[in-house]
């Protein structure tokens, strides 16, 4: 990835010199999401998804201190990818680069796969909202050991609408019919 430039800050490639930094200053939900999603805390949630991630960009401020930081990893699927997104509030201040990067850079995260995906804290609002803008879609709802019975939503991206028919209903005719096959049952 190019780095680039803008009036509001930067966007770069992120580093592990960024995790630290980043930890201390994250959002209170983005803490309780990981807390009750893995019980664990900021700095080993950002430093397990970038080890993992086959693309992974941070968004700076105008004096390079890292404001979020996102990526994509690899599933058990190697059509399907696990998108993540970690942020301070000063995400706030950069609210314009945040809509225009990440909507470039989730792009970019569909290359290769057919579908992303994660879960998603139910009380934090503010992502659920950007991510439907993004065109994820809630498929499902659970909990997990460490969330108290609160519910976690399963957020997805589908490469397009056959895809999203194959992955949500093992429906094999549509996908057959798209390629030009006769199918009947």
Known sequence: MIEKSYSLGSVSAA????IPILAREMREIDV????????????????FSLRGA?????L???????????GVGWL????????????????????LLFLQETRASIDTFMQGHDVISN??????????????????EKLSETDT???????FYEMARFKD???RDLYLNRDWSGYLKACGFSYER
């Open 15 to 18: 580093r592990p010199e960024d």
């Open 32 to 47: 309780i999401e990981i807390r009750k999603f893995a019980g664990i805390g900021p700095e080993e949630a950002l430093s």
């Open 54 to 58: 086959k693309l992974a960009y941070c």
């Open 60 to 70: 700076r401020d105008r004096n390079g201190a890292p404001v979020s930081i996102m």
């Open 76 to 95: 058990a699927n190697p059509r399907a990818g696990m998108a993540w997104f970690l942020s301070s509030d000063a995400i706030d201040k950069i609210g």
């Open 119 to 136: 879960y998603v804290y139910s009380r934090n609002e503010k992502t659920l909202k950007w991510l439907r803008w993004l065109g994820f």
């Open 145 to 151: 050991p460490h969330s108290d019975g609160e519910l």
């Open 161 to 163: 609408a056959t895809i």
